[in-house]
């Protein structure tokens, strides 16, 4: 069982920066693809950015190409979302989820993951 806590949100202005923080209980965590999704009311969950369990590979959605960055310290049990250059269409609650390496499925689908976060709200003003 792998429990997922998601930190860092808040208010800030268009073009400021946050990094969000989510720690996982368990010892298995290396061992999972982690990933940040986002949803606004009325919309469906969307992925934002994932990484493999060696940090090698990295996907993000093309939306926040360039602008965020998605990192791991296995060390820590920790995985980081570094979002820079914030724009008012990033506001959403920001959820950390992880997957077992090498399940089936596309990164960006939701279905794969075994573990989510409760989410941390990320508003931007402009």
């Known amino acids: 069982q792998v429990q997922l806590v998601e930190s860092g949100g808040g208010l800030v202005q268009a073009g400021d920066s946050l990094r969000l923080s989510c720690t996982a209980s368990?010892?298995?965590?290396?061992?999972?693809?982690m990933a940040w999704f986002r949803q606004t009311p009325g919309k469906e969950r969307e992925f934002v950015a994932g990484?493999?369990?060696?940090?090698?590979?990295?996907h993000y959605a093309d939306s926040v190409q360039g602008r965020f960055t998605i990192s791991r310290d296995n060390a820590k049990n920790t995985v980081y979302l570094q979002m820079n250059s914030l724009k008012p269409e990033d506001t959403a609650v920001y959820y950390c989820?992880?997957?077992?390496?090498?399940?089936?499925?596309?990164?960006?689908?939701?279905?794969?993951?075994?573990?989510w976060g409760q989410g941390t709200q990320v508003t931007v003003s402009s």
């Open positions: 989820a992880a997957r077992r390496s090498g399940t089936s499925g596309a990164v960006s689908t939701l279905w794969p993951y075994d573990y």
């Open positions: 368990g010892r298995t965590f290396s061992t999972y693809f």
């Open positions: 990484i493999t369990w060696s940090a090698v590979s990295t």
